[in-house]
């Protein structure tokens, strides 16, 4: 598919991945393309946005395609990029869920690694605080709190389907403040 980023065309091509494979980008942009694993250790900034780095590479805007590839159940992909960053599109995962479903997704001949949380893991990091809690089944809770008057004080709580998921998560569109793109 094409996309914009800063009023350019960028060419992002989404290619199945053998098992075992995960995510892999590969900025083909460069005079020798590069790949970066979405891994938790390559993400460098987390600012309006999550970039994977690689050295130098960089690789900006990933949550809402990773987003996509998560909701839908898709492991291994390599997303081909000619730009340093992912289409925005609409601000939210839809438009990618939507690609994907037209053009189809196949079950691989492997079995999935599952990661089981079988005690509470806690990260605290200023006011953010994500928790882990053992469960027999798929749960997400969230809640958050500005002082803002359009936002306040929100909870939120689903079982995680690829149903719920499509309808009641792809479609939400990233916010921000005045103040922060003042910053930029």
Do not use: W
């Not at 987390?46 to 998560?70: P, Q, Y």
Request: with cysteine; aromatic share 8%; glycine share 10%.
């Amino acid at each position: 598919g094409v996309g914009l980023h800063s009023g350019k065309k960028v060419l992002m091509v989404l290619r199945p991945a053998p098992p075992d494979t995960g995510v892999v980008f590969i900025r083909t942009d460069l005079d020798e393309p590069v790949e970066v694993r979405a891994y938790a250790e390559n993400v460098g900034e987390t600012m309006l946005g999550t970039t994977l780095l690689k050295g130098d590479v960089r690789v900006a805007t990933i949550e809402h395609l990773l987003s996509a590839f998560a909701g839908l159940g898709i492991d291994n992909a390599y997303v081909e990029l000619s730009a340093e960053e992912v289409p925005i599109m609409d601000g939210s995962a839809l438009p990618f869920v939507n690609l994907l479903k037209k053009v189809g997704t196949k079950t691989q001949g492997a079995s999935k690694r599952m990661l089981v949380i079988k005690k509470p893991v806690v990260v605290e990091e200023g006011e953010g605080r994500a928790a882990l809690l053992p469960s027999d089944e798929f749960k997400i809770t969230y809640d958050i709190d500005f002082e803002h008057k359009a936002i306040g004080r929100q909870s939120f709580s689903m079982l995680f389907t690829d149903r719920n998921y499509e309808s009641l998560i792809c479609g939400a569109r990233t916010f921000g403040f005045l103040k922060e793109v003042e910053f930029l």
